[in-house]
Nanobody, 121 residues
Framework: QVQLVESGGGLVQAGGSLRLSCAAS????????MGWFRQAPGKEREFVVAVSSSGAATYYADSVKGRFTISRDNAKNTVYLQMNSLKPEDTAVYYCAATSRWVGAREYDYWGQGTQVTVSS
């Protein structure tokens, strides 16, 4: 069992930056692929980015490539999402998730409660 708690969301102007954190419980954090998803009002949840258990491999959605960076610190059981050059269309609830599958998978087993990111124009 893994419990995930996101933090770092907030209100930012377009062009600004935010850094989200996701703290995980449990001693097996380093064995999980970690991902970030987001859900905007009235839309389905969408994949944003994932990082492999070791941190060596990452997958990014085209919409965030070059602007967002995922990283993880297995010693701290934490995964981060650095978001730069934010756009109003990045406004969403951002969810951290964990899966035992490979980094290219989209099925996740554990989810956090989400953190709101709002980008004003």
């Amino acid at each position: 069992q893994v419990q995930l708690v996101e933090s770092g969301g907030g209100l930012v102007q377009a062009g600004g930056s935010l850094r989200l954190s996701c703290a995980a419980s449990g001693r097996t954090f380093s064995s999980y692929t970690m991902g970030w998803f987001r859900q905007a009002p009235g839309k389905e949840r969408e994949f944003v980015v994932a990082v492999s258990s070791s941190g060596a491999a990452t997958y990014y959605a085209d919409s965030v490539k070059g602007r967002f960076t995922i990283s993880r610190d297995n010693a701290k059981n934490t995964v981060y999402l650095q978001m730069n050059s934010l756009k109003p269309e990045d406004t969403a609830v951002y969810y951290c998730a964990a899966t035992s599958r490979w980094v290219g998978a989209r099925e996740y087993d554990y989810w956090g409660q989400g953190t709101q990111v709002t980008v004003s124009s």
